[in-house]
């Protein structure tokens, strides 16, 4: 080991790029999106073709496996492996070339799949294979896996579309693999290096009759179009090579190889124009999974673009996720499942009519009872709902989850009946329990039997399904793998599924590649058992470990960290939208993203030898840049709530390491600002005085280049107190929340607040409450927010019900009563903190609720015209929604909204304040949110809910954002 150690070293000491041996990076790319784990020896992030290079030929020097890695979305734990890694999905990202005329386009190997389509757009292009990945996905993970996606029965695979790659090969050397003529396939085999070694062998290779007759007789039926188990040999067959008239291309080969013939550099793609301009979706609900199978056919007779199948599990699982929640719009009942059948056409009447059709012939044959048609832009939500198939699963609670296994088989459609009949009885046989979803149009589903990895006797099992499967699928020559590949999952029975021969030619064909085996070794063929080096060891003790929060909902705080199951989600960038992750998006970071955090969270907890299993710097680090946006409990699939986990993880550290000052004095902000509140005037010269403000700042650790929240001349309660107004003919009474932002800093917005809410005919009433408790749960001091949570679920449960509800004005604290309370409270407070959180509004909630009964109008605002541009709060985001806040915004009938489409600002409370974080704070700002206010026009109003992201947009931009509700008091009349 000590060796490895000083020859990684020596890589790490070479190379003019980053480079990393650390622990915990190792763990983090430890895994992928499969069921696999095994610690690399190192990671390189190349920037160009010469790091590349360097690396290939210390590999070899010392026999060491490279394995190339992009957005590790791989599911058969394709880039799993001990060796080096190379990660180029940081800096191999250039569009390079794009020809409009003969419709192609070279790629870096790091260019991310809807990206690339936003960039092709303008042009009236695309390419075609799309998959549910496509938001992190890069072009080189497409063509290692040979990528299909939801529109295959169209588009086909991404070999289809490949027309050339450039890859250096072991003798680290770039070679172009692409279209070959008779002329020059003769030229190729008379190179005296490894190109002409490799065309030399598939000449040998597939020259012979007899072989390609083996080959012919042992692959798929032609009719699967998702083929992609082993090699592609069957590419061969009919060109040149063998002997035929067809041009030869190895870039065919290369396309589903795994990353096990070399590193690809450069990728040229054949592109199509984009669809139709009308496009619908025809969802089918049906009562019966089993009824998807025969209606699948019915619906293929009418030409659809893509056939995808949800189950009854899938959607129940999708119920607990608030990002699906908005998605299952068109969900009517509890389906057994649900067929989309999408549709394409130049006008609505001929889906409109194809969709009458196709809905009566399924009626006669007593398949489906509800058809909604949903069209435009609309069907993306139910996309979504689609793609969030993997990640959702992971909220089956427990440790027996859907396991992708048999995820990937490929049959003749017309007989995937047949097929699934036989597959339900090996699942009847074991007692066990299977998600279906995806590719039913083209004869592939995603099987997932219901496993417990953790259980030796269900590890056992995991082989036996895999290779009974794999018989049966051979049965009726189909594909193990349509398109997420072989591996390390389904390599062991490419023998039995080819028959020996077919296998050795695979063989050969690698060492023709690679003829020292460096290439991603141990994937494809000479693999492991498939039942070996798991995420989890079997058998292992479960480690109780004792939390402030409650995990209970997910039996725990490891298991909470086990939801993540790699999908990736968290990698996707700015270009793609949504929040999470905004730490990744400002730095293109593997240990930014969710997964890196919940993979070291879940290797500590579960292995720590310490008491105190949080007492790690590994873990304190990876968490540090967390913002506590709450993206993840959003936008995860699996609803991985990692602000609650580092909350969490830091009261367990400060056990062990003490509080530091700084975390402390954030937290008590309020008690800090209730003393400054007593000298006003005092507090603030200290604070904008540039000569104290800076000494101020350095002591605790703040960016001296921040200006700091000043103190107002009164607090709101004082005000309140001063002002209150009693109203004898009103709309009803309201609870409003004075937190400790809106009390001290921002009282002209809770003045506003309460004018506006008078005006409307409003009895407001000030709830006894000194904080919220949301500084206290940012900065990781959980116990004291306990305390404070079920203080305040005491005071408010009498009073606080659907018709006096709790309003807030600022979206952290008020959503802390919705979102955390409910796990800080006490058993015994346990329901009074559930019915408070029902009955938790954010103004622009109630504001909404009450103008959709009639009792706010747009009489009662102005009429002039105003264009407002808004920035919606991180957590309101994730817990609640924009939408009441662009319903009120828009109320007057001249006001229009539009919401700028970025994450999260970048402040995230105090964390931009901090020396250490002020730049990537500005990064995050400067991705979607600053460049979209600066070419605002002055006249248009910025608005923003959060104080935190109207302090960064001042700062960043030098614009002043107005809360909403200064926006909604203004337009009164």
Same mark, same amino acid.
């Given at each position: 080991?000590?060796?490895?150690?000083?020859?990684?070293?020596?890589?790490?000491?070479?190379?003019?790029?980053?480079?990393?041996?650390?622990?915990?990076?190792?763990?983090?790319?430890?895994?992928?999106?499969?069921?696999?784990?095994? /610690?690399?020896?190192?990671?390189?992030?190349?920037?160009?073709?010469?790091?590349?290079?360097?690396?290939?030929?210390?590999? /070899?020097?010392?026999?060491?496996?490279?394995?190339?890695?992009?957005?590790?979305?791989?599911?058969?734990?394709?880039?799993?492996?001990?060796?080096?890694?190379?990660?180029?999905?940081?800096?191999?990202?250039?569009?390079?070339?794009?020809?409009?005329?003969?419709?192609?386009?070279?790629?870096?190997?790091?260019?991310?799949?809807?990206?690339?389509?936003?960039?092709?757009?303008?042009?009236?292009?695309?390419?075609?294979?799309?998959?549910?990945?496509?938001?992190?996905?890069?072009?080189?993970?497409?063509?290692?896996?040979?990528?299909?996606?939801?529109?295959?029965?169209?588009?086909?695979?991404?070999?289809?579309?490949?027309?050339?790659?450039?890859?250096?090969?072991?003798?680290?050397?770039e070679y172009f693999f692409g279209e070959v003529n008779q002329k020059e396939f003769s030229e190729k085999i008379q190179l005296q290096n490894r190109e002409g070694d490799i065309y030399r062998f598939m000449h040998n290779l597939i020259a012979n009759k007899q072989t390609q007759t083996l080959i012919t007789n042992n692959y798929p039926d032609p009719i699967v179009k998702r083929r992609n188990t082993g090699y592609a040999l069957d590419t061969l067959i009919g060109t040149v090579a063998a002997g035929g008239g067809l041009p030869l291309n190895l870039a065919k080969i290369i396309a589903g190889s795994e990353g096990t013939l070399g590193i690809i550099t450069e990728i040229t793609l054949n592109l199509v124009p984009i669809p139709p301009k009308e496009k619908a979706i025809v969802a089918v609900h049906l009562h019966n999974r089993t009824d998807a199978f025969k209606a699948n056919l019915i619906a293929l007779k009418h030409k659809p673009w893509a056939v995808e199948l949800m189950d009854n599990i899938i959607l129940e699982c999708?119920?607990?996720?608030?990002?699906?929640?908005?998605?299952?719009?068109?969900?009517?009942?509890?389906?057994?499942?649900?067929?989309?059948?999408?549709?394409?056409?130049?006008?609505?009447?001929?889906?409109?009519?194809?969709?009458r059709v196709m809905e009566r012939e399924m009626r006669d044959a007593g398949y489906g009872y509800h058809f909604p048609i949903i069209w435009g832009i609309e069907t993306a939500k139910v996309w979504n709902l689609r793609k969030a198939g993997l990640g959702v699963l992971s909220n089956v609670v427990g440790d027996a989850k859907p396991v992708s296994l048999i995820e990937d088989t490929a049959v003749p459609v017309n007989r995937l009946p047949e097929y699934m009949d036989d597959f339900e009885k090996i699942m009847?046989?074991?007692?066990? !329990?299977?998600?279906?979803?995806?590719?039913?149009?083209?004869?592939?589903?995603?099987?997932?039997?219901?496993?417990?990895?953790?259980?030796? /006797?269900?590890?056992?099992?995991?082989?036996?399904?895999?290779?009974?499967?794999?018989?049966?699928?051979?049965?009726?020559?189909?594909?193990?793998?349509?398109?997420?590949?072989?591996?390390?999952?389904?390599?062991?029975?490419?023998?039995?599924?080819?028959?020996?021969?077919?296998?050795?030619?695979?063989?050969?064909?690698?060492?023709?590649?690679?003829?020292?085996?460096?290439?991603?070794?141990?994937?494809?063929?000479?693999?492991?058992?498939?039942?070996?080096?798991?995420?989890?060891?079997?058998?292992?003790?479960?480690?109780?470990?004792?939390?402030?929060?409650?995990?209970?909902?997910?039996?725990?705080?490891?298991?909470?960290?086990?939801?993540?199951?790699?999908?990736?989600?968290?990698?996707?960038?700015?270009?793609?939208?949504?929040?999470?992750?905004?730490?990744?998006?400002?730095?293109?970071?593997?240990?930014?993203?969710?997964?890196?955090?919940?993979?070291?969270?879940?290797?500590?907890?579960?292995?720590?030898?310490?008491?105190?299993?949080?007492?790690?710097?590994?873990?304190?680090?990876?968490?540090?840049?967390?913002?506590?946006?709450?993206?993840?409990?959003?936008?995860?699939?699996?609803?991985?709530?990692?602000?609650?986990?580092?909350?969490?993880?830091?009261?367990?550290?400060?056990?062990?390491?003490?509080?530091?000052?700084?975390?402390?004095?954030?937290?008590?902000?309020?008690?800090?600002?209730?003393?400054?509140?007593?000298?006003?005037?005092?507090?603030?010269?200290?604070?904008?005085?540039?000569?104290?403000?800076?000494?101020?700042?350095?002591?605790?650790?703040?960016?001296?280049?921040?200006?700091?929240?000043?103190?107002? /001349?009164?607090?709101?309660?004082?005000?309140?107190?001063?002002?209150?107004?009693?109203?004898?003919?009103?709309?009803?009474?309201?609870?409003?929340?004075?937190?400790?932002?809106?009390?001290?800093?921002?009282?002209?917005?809770?003045?506003?607040?309460?004018?506006?809410?008078?005006?409307?005919?409003?009895?407001?009433?000030?709830?006894?409450?000194?904080?919220?408790?949301?500084?206290?749960?940012?900065?990781?001091?959980?116990?004291?927010?306990?305390?404070?949570?079920?203080?305040?679920?005491?005071?408010?449960?009498?009073?606080?019900?659907?018709?006096?509800?709790?309003?807030?004005?600022?979206?952290?604290?008020?959503?802390?009563?919705?979102?955390?309370?409910?796990?800080?409270?006490?058993?015994?407070?346990?329901?009074?903190?559930?019915?408070?959180?029902?009955?938790?509004?954010?103004?622009?909630?109630?504001?909404?609720?009450?103008?959709?009964?009639?009792?706010?109008?747009?009489?009662?605002?102005?009429?002039?015209?105003?264009?407002?541009?808004?920035?919606?709060?991180?957590?309101?985001?994730?817990?609640?929604?924009?939408?009441?806040?662009?319903?009120?915004?828009?109320?007057?009938?001249?006001?229009?909204?539009?919401?700028?489409?970025?994450?999260?600002?970048?402040?995230?409370?105090?964390?931009?304040? !901090?020396?250490?974080?002020?730049?990537?704070?500005?990064?995050?700002?400067?991705?979607?949110?600053?460049?979209?206010?600066?070419?605002?026009?002055?006249?248009?109003?910025?608005?923003?809910?959060?104080?935190?992201?109207?302090?960064?947009?001042?700062?960043?931009?030098?614009?002043?954002?107005?809360?909403?509700?200064?926006?909604?008091?203004?337009?009164?009349?």
């Amino acid at each position: 080991m000590k060796d490895l150690e000083i020859k990684i070293n020596e890589l790490i000491g070479q190379l003019g790029c980053e480079a990393k041996c650390d622990e915990s990076t190792l763990i983090q790319y430890s895994t992928d999106a499969s069921a696999y784990k095994e /610690k690399p020896y190192a990671v390189v992030w190349p920037q160009d073709v010469n790091d590349i290079q360097q690396v290939i030929r210390f590999a /070899k020097k010392y026999k060491m496996p490279v394995i190339p890695r992009a957005a590790g979305t791989s599911l058969a734990g394709q880039v799993v492996g001990k060796g080096i890694i190379i990660d180029i999905s940081k800096h191999f990202r250039r569009i390079i070339n794009l020809d409009v005329n003969n419709r192609r386009v070279t790629v870096e190997p790091g260019v991310i799949l809807d990206e690339l389509n936003l960039f092709l757009k303008p042009h009236g292009l695309f390419f075609g294979p799309e998959t549910s990945t496509s938001n992190r996905c890069t072009l080189s993970g497409m063509v290692g896996n040979n990528s299909c996606g939801s529109h295959s029965l169209v588009y086909g695979s991404t070999r289809d579309h490949l027309h050339s790659v450039k890859m250096i090969l072991d003798d680290g050397n770039e070679y172009f693999f692409g279209e070959v003529n008779q002329k020059e396939f003769s030229e190729k085999i008379q190179l005296q290096n490894r190109e002409g070694d490799i065309y030399r062998f598939m000449h040998n290779l597939i020259a012979n009759k007899q072989t390609q007759t083996l080959i012919t007789n042992n692959y798929p039926d032609p009719i699967v179009k998702r083929r992609n188990t082993g090699y592609a040999l069957d590419t061969l067959i009919g060109t040149v090579a063998a002997g035929g008239g067809l041009p030869l291309n190895l870039a065919k080969i290369i396309a589903g190889s795994e990353g096990t013939l070399g590193i690809i550099t450069e990728i040229t793609l054949n592109l199509v124009p984009i669809p139709p301009k009308e496009k619908a979706i025809v969802a089918v609900h049906l009562h019966n999974r089993t009824d998807a199978f025969k209606a699948n056919l019915i619906a293929l007779k009418h030409k659809p673009w893509a056939v995808e199948l949800m189950d009854n599990i899938i959607l129940e699982c999708t119920k607990g996720n608030i990002e699906q929640q908005k998605n299952r719009f068109f969900v009517q009942g509890d389906p057994g499942a649900i067929l989309i059948v999408e549709f394409f056409a130049d006008c609505k009447s001929e889906i409109e009519n194809t969709a009458r059709v196709m809905e009566r012939e399924m009626r006669d044959a007593g398949y489906g009872y509800h058809f909604p048609i949903i069209w435009g832009i609309e069907t993306a939500k139910v996309w979504n709902l689609r793609k969030a198939g993997l990640g959702v699963l992971s909220n089956v609670v427990g440790d027996a989850k859907p396991v992708s296994l048999i995820e990937d088989t490929a049959v003749p459609v017309n007989r995937l009946p047949e097929y699934m009949d036989d597959f339900e009885k090996i699942m009847q046989r074991y007692g066990l !329990e299977c998600v279906y979803h995806a590719h039913i149009g083209t004869g592939e589903l995603h099987l997932r039997p219901v496993l417990n990895l953790k259980d030796p /006797k269900d590890v056992e099992l995991f082989h036996t399904i895999g290779l009974e499967v794999a018989r049966l699928v051979k049965k009726y020559k189909g594909s193990l793998s349509g398109e997420h590949g072989d591996g390390r999952l389904r390599g062991e029975f490419i023998p039995l599924f080819y028959g020996n021969e077919v296998y050795q030619l695979m063989r050969e064909l690698k060492f023709a590649f690679d003829p020292e085996n460096i290439f991603n070794p141990g994937k494809i063929i000479d693999t492991a058992p498939m039942n070996s080096s798991l995420r989890y060891i079997p058998g292992q003790k479960e480690r109780v470990i004792g939390t402030i929060f409650d995990f209970s909902s997910t039996l725990g705080i490891i298991r909470a960290a086990e939801k993540c199951n790699g999908s990736g989600d968290c990698r996707k960038t700015q270009l793609s939208g949504g929040t999470l992750c905004p730490s990744y998006m400002a730095t293109l970071n593997e240990s930014n993203t969710t997964r890196a955090r919940a993979n070291l969270l879940r290797e500590f907890l579960t292995s720590s030898p310490k008491k105190n299993p949080f007492n790690h710097k590994e873990l304190y680090e990876i968490l540090d840049l967390c913002l506590s946006c709450k993206g993840c409990k959003n936008e995860c699939p699996s609803s991985v709530d990692m602000a609650k986990l580092k909350a969490e993880f830091l009261q367990h550290w400060y056990d062990a390491n003490g509080i530091p000052i700084r975390s402390w004095m954030v937290a008590y902000i309020a008690h800090i600002n209730r003393l400054g509140s007593l000298f006003p005037r005092l507090t603030n010269w200290i604070l904008s005085n540039k000569l104290t403000s800076k000494i101020l700042m350095q002591a605790i650790g703040f960016e001296p280049k921040r200006p700091m929240p000043l103190i107002g /001349k009164y607090t709101f309660k004082k005000w309140f107190k001063r002002n209150t107004k009693r109203l004898t003919n009103h709309n009803g009474k309201v609870y409003l929340l004075p937190d400790e932002f809106t009390n001290f800093n921002d009282v002209h917005i809770g003045v506003k607040a309460v004018e506006l809410l008078n005006r409307l005919g409003y009895e407001v009433e000030l709830v006894d409450v000194f904080e919220s408790g949301r500084t206290y749960i940012s900065k990781g001091l959980v116990r004291t927010a306990k305390r404070i949570a079920n203080r305040n679920i005491e005071k408010l449960s009498g009073i606080i019900n659907h018709d006096t509800p709790l309003i807030g004005i600022e979206p952290s604290a008020i959503l802390s009563f919705r979102d955390e309370y409910p796990d800080l409270a006490t058993h015994e407070n346990k329901q009074k903190a559930k019915t408070l959180a029902e009955n938790t509004l954010l103004f622009e909630e109630f504001f909404a609720r009450e103008a959709a009964k009639g009792k706010i109008k747009p009489e009662m605002f102005t009429t002039r015209t105003q264009h407002i541009k808004l920035h919606g709060h991180c957590q309101q985001k994730a817990i609640a929604s924009t939408s009441p806040t662009k319903t009120m915004l828009s109320f007057p009938i001249n006001f229009t909204v539009e919401e700028i489409p970025s994450g999260c600002c970048g402040m995230a409370g105090a964390f931009g304040y !901090e020396k250490e974080h002020y730049d990537l704070s500005i990064r995050v700002g400067e991705l979607v949110l600053f460049p979209e206010i600066r070419k605002t026009p002055e006249k248009t109003i910025i608005a923003a809910p959060g104080t935190s992201c109207r302090h960064q947009i001042k700062d960043g931009t030098g614009r002043q954002a107005l809360h909403p509700i200064e926006v909604m008091r203004e337009a009164l009349i």
